[in-house]
Structure formats: structure tokens, C-alpha cells
């Protein structure tokens, strides 16, 4: 079974700083998609990026980049010059793609709470 | 500009009564989630469906079941409610099949069920 660990409860960072939330997986499946999503205290979740397993380059989406370490299990989200409105939890997924297809169901890490300060 | 409604935001109810919880999409997606969110467990899948009257178990259905008679429309059904249930629960829905880019969930703003 797949598994998706986000071990930050919690994350501070300074206005225009970078900030880093940490995510891995574990899987023994050969294909399969990585999401990151946005969850603002309104409670919607917003989509912010998205790797597929076999992606040759990193995605980057505006602010938003995911460093990609597949030998690591790894797909961190790195924002780049934090905004006051980046002040979110933040969560980590994974789609398995078996046998070709895909129902897009999602499993999600714990989250990562992110605190912006001025 | 709304795609995924929920009926309710919030729900008070109390133990052993039956919660119907309403989830509506307008993309014509085939797929449709029930999730549960509680702190420092993420977000966790009750059912799926990817088609009418289709539906599938996902990691945590117990005390649940659910029901799509149309194609927008997916119903999560709490028989009894009890008070480990209360929570927040979040509908998604998304394209079926396409591996292609992200074919990313869509979700609704959430119902947050409170059962005393």
C-alpha cells in the first residue's frame, strides 16, 4: 500500500524568504503522480503542482517549484519569496496509476502548517 | 464559478441519527471522493465512485455508505452517527482515465459535522 509522511506539523517563515515543506512516499508501484495542494483557513483545497513518476525535470508552477528525488522518495514543495497569503496548510498526495488507467483517487500526507510573518 | 457544491458547511447532530451529506459537480466528471480530514491525519478516503451507481471502498468505510444516482450527484450516508465521526468532509471529483498532466481533484469547500 502506498504511503504519503509530511513531518513538519509546523513551519515559520520570514516575508520573501524561500521556506521548504518536506514530503515522501513510499510505493512500489512504477507510475504514479505526485500533488501538492493548498488548504487556506477558509477550508477549500487548492491544487499548486503536480510531478508524474516519470517526469525528466522538476515542476514549477509561478512561485511553487517541487524538487523531485526519486531514488530519495521524496517531493518537497519549495515556495519562493513567501507571501502573508501563503499562510496555509499545505498537503502532500500521491495517485497510483495502475494498469494504465487511473480512478484519480488520492492518498495525502498529515499536512504541514505554514506560517507567514512579516 | 462554483464546480463542487456541498449542502451543508456545517451539521450538528446527535448520536444515532441518520446524516445524509450532499455533494454536487457541474464538470461532468465521472469520478467522485468522500474524504475525512481530522488533525495531524491528513485527509483520508471513505468511498469513490467512477460511474452511476458504482462505488468503491476506500481506506476508512466503516460506519459509512454512500449512493449516486446521477452522474453530478454523490451522497455520503452516515447511518448512525456517532461521535468518533465528527469531523470535516471534504467532496472531490475528477476526470476518469486520463493520465495526461495532473488530472487533478476538484474540491468542495467542505461540510464540518459535529455529532453530540
Known amino acids: 500500500a502506498q504511503k504519503i509522511t509530511q513531518t513538519q506539523p509546523g513551519m515559520f517563515v520570514q516575508e520573501k524568504e524561500a521556506v521548504t515543506l518536506d514530503c515522501t512516499y513510499d510505493t512500489s508501484d512504477p507510475s504514479y503522480g505526485l500533488f501538492w495542494y493548498k488548504q487556506p483557513s477558509s477550508g477549500e483545497m487548492i491544487f499548486l503542482i503536480y510531478q508524474g513518476s516519470y517526469d525528466q525535470q522538476n515542476a514549477t508552477e509561478g512561485r511553487y517549484s517541487l524538487n523531485f528525488q526519486k531514488a530519495r522518495k521524496s517531493a518537497n514543495l519549495v515556495i519562493s519569496a513567501s507571501q502573508l497569503g501563503d499562510s496555509a496548510m499545505y498537503f502532500c498526495?500521491?495517485?497510483?496509476?495502475?494498469?494504465?488507467?487511473?480512478?484519480?483517487?488520492?492518498?495525502f500526507g498529515q499536512g504541514t502548517i505554514l506560517t507567514v510573518h512579516p | 464559478d462554483v464546480k463542487v457544491t456541498q449542502s451543508s458547511r456545517y451539521l450538528v447532530k446527535r448520536t444515532g441519527e441518520k446524516v445524509f451529506l450532499e455533494c454536487v459537480q457541474d464538470?461532468?466528471?465521472?469520478?467522485m471522493f468522500w474524504y475525512r480530514q481530522d488533525p495531524g491525519l491528513g485527509l483520508r478516503l471513505i468511498y469513490f465512485s467512477y460511474d452511476v451507481k458504482m462505488k468503491e471502498k476506500g481506506d476508512i468505510p466503516e460506519g459509512y455508505s454512500v449512493s449516486r444516482e446521477k452522474k453530478e450527484r454523490f451522497s455520503l450516508i452516515l447511518e448512525s452517527a456517532s461521535t468518533n465521526q465528527t469531523s470535516m468532509y471534504l467532496c472531490?471529483?475528477?476526470?476518469?482515465?486520463?493520465?495526461?498532466?495532473?488530472?487533478?481533484?476538484?474540491f468542495g469547500a467542505g461540510s464540518r459535522l459535529t455529532v453530540l
Open positions: 498526495a500521491m495517485r497510483i496509476n495502475a494498469g494504465g488507467t487511473s480512478y484519480g483517487k488520492l492518498t
Open positions: 472531490a471529483s475528477s476526470f476518469w482515465g486520463s493520465l495526461s498532466g495532473a488530472n487533478v481533484l476538484t
Open positions: 464538470m461532468d466528471h465521472e469520478n
